[in-house]
């Protein structure tokens, strides 16, 4: 047998042919590294399953899920067979995760923040029976408005809803009905408009009716004069005001600066289920938020989300307020650079704070959709992930300074004066003189 010399293994492999298998290999690894998503060469084997059915309702906060699929993120992280689905309303959307995909529903959505809270709770399910879901991320700050018919005009309301007041009563006193529209009962929407009404000493259940009605049907409501006022994200506040039909009368940052809005949901069992591929979903998003967020994509986004598969409208309808743009329709309001457009990534706004979810789940004890005494903390504890989020932003390599220290984002104030502590909410409930609780 020869003897292994500098030059040969005690195989008989040369040193050089031992050293051109090796970097073949290292290219193969990198090549594997830069085609898959950060995290997943090193875990091993990658999602589950290779899709999922997430649903969307026709908003600009659904953008980062348009975008996710429009650019091929969801496939970037191993998720090629994502089916991002149109919802009707959000009631559709709720009937749909209790269902699960498996029940020709679906798995998750972009969804108003209190709805996985009301569902995991039986709170709006049929028969009240509970569907356990998840929030994996917000979706968005910002960026709802509340629109005003056009009859009001005179008004020129803005964040004070005092003058509405005597117009409702006046109205009312002709014979006529009033009502106040927003998207769903406990939702988001329901309850900017509540809040903006109640702190103008308009009693949401008392002084004007509130009805349903879902965001791709709110302009045709107000042109045949269905409502007064109406709650709603983008592009049908301005989509109203280029149809002279109505103007804005605040926007939801004005209410509450920086306010959280939709959320990443999905059902608890799918993320139990598949954990690996509930993550490639969350990086997925948190990725195309960041890709939303950048001044130079806006142009592109609005043209994403204008398509007829997404919000099926005019770009014109949805640039301008993406853009940061805001014309309330009012002669001489017009705000540029307004601070309160829709933030995708910044100042935190994919990770789900648990103090913002406590506001929700205080406000519908506000309103009744939760007894007095409920344990919003054990709610909480169940419902908001965001430990799921940490550990995607590390796989994602996202900076130290751009992932909250805190599950709190502390104290919030709102326009008018009041505070709400995240350790003390009933204070806050005590402190509001419109409520259908006792405190």
């Known amino acids: 047998m020869t003897k292994p010399t500098k030059e040969t293994s005690r195989y008989g492999v040369s040193r050089r042919q031992l050293l051109k298998a090796a970097s073949g290999a290292a290219a193969l690894l990198a090549a594997a590294k830069l085609n898959l ?8 084997a990658g999602p589950e399953v290779k899709g999922a059915k997430l649903g969307f309702i026709a908003l600009s906060d659904a953008g980062p899920l348009f975008v996710a699929k429009d650019k091929g993120i969801f496939a970037k992280y191993g998720m090629p067979d994502v089916d991002v689905q149109k919802q009707a309303s959000w009631g559709t959307t709720r009937d749909n995760l209790v269902l699960g995909s498996e029940g020709n529903g679906i798995d998750g959505a972009h969804i108003l923040t209190p709805m996985p809270y009301l569902i995991s709770a039986g709170k709006v399910t049929q028969n009240n029976q509970p569907t356990p879901m998840y929030i994996l991320a917000r979706l968005n700050l910002d960026s709802q408005c509340i629109s005003v018919a056009g009859e009001y005009a005179d008004l020129k309301l ?6 509405f007041k005597a117009a409702l009563e006046k109205k009312k006193a002709s ?3 009033v009502k106040a529209a927003m998207t769903f009962p406990g939702g988001t929407h ?5 809040y903006w009404l109640a702190a103008g000493g308009i009693d949401p259940d008392k002084d004007i009716e509130t009805i349903v009605v879902p965001p791709p049907q709110m302009v ?15 592009p049908w506040n301005l989509q109203l005001i280029h149809q002279r039909i109505g103007y804005t009368a605040v926007t939801t940052g004005e209410i509450w600066n920086k306010h959280p809005e939709k959320s990443f949901g ?9 954990p690996k591929a509930a993550k490639a979903l969350l990086m997925a998003v948190m990725e195309a938020q960041q890709w939303s967020d950048k001044a130079e994509n806006k142009q592109e986004l609005a043209s994403i989300m204008g398509k007829r598969q997404w919000m099926n409208c005019p770009v014109e309808d949805v640039y301008d307020r993406t853009a940061g743009k805001f014309d309330y329709g009012i002669p001489g309001k017009v705000v540029e650079n307004s601070p309160h457009v829709m933030k995708y990534w910044r100042d935190f706004a994919s990770y789900p704070f648990q103090s913002h979810d406590l506001w929700f789940l205080t406000e519908d004890i506000r309103w009744g959709k939760y007894e007095a005494g409920f344990d919003t903390k054990a709610l909480i504890a169940k419902v908001n992930r965001e430990d799921m989020w940490r550990e995607a932003a590390k796989e994602m390599g996202v900076p130290a300074s751009e992932i909250p220290t805190s599950t709190s984002r502390g104290k919030e104030t709102f326009f008018d004066g009041k505070v709400f502590d995240p350790e003390n909410p009933s204070a806050y409930l005590k402190s509001l003189s419109i409520k259908r609780v006792d405190v």
């Open 37 to 44: 998503p950060a995290g997943a060469f090193a875990q091993g």
């Open 158 to 163: 803005g964040v004070d809803a005092t003058p």
């Open 175 to 177: 014979g006529k009905a």
């Open 190 to 194: 329901d309850l900017w408009i509540r």
């Open 220 to 234: 045709a409501n107000m042109k045949v004069g269905t409502m007064d006022c109406f709650c709603v994200g983008e």
């Open 266 to 274: 999905m059902r608890a069992a799918f993320v139990d289920k598949y």
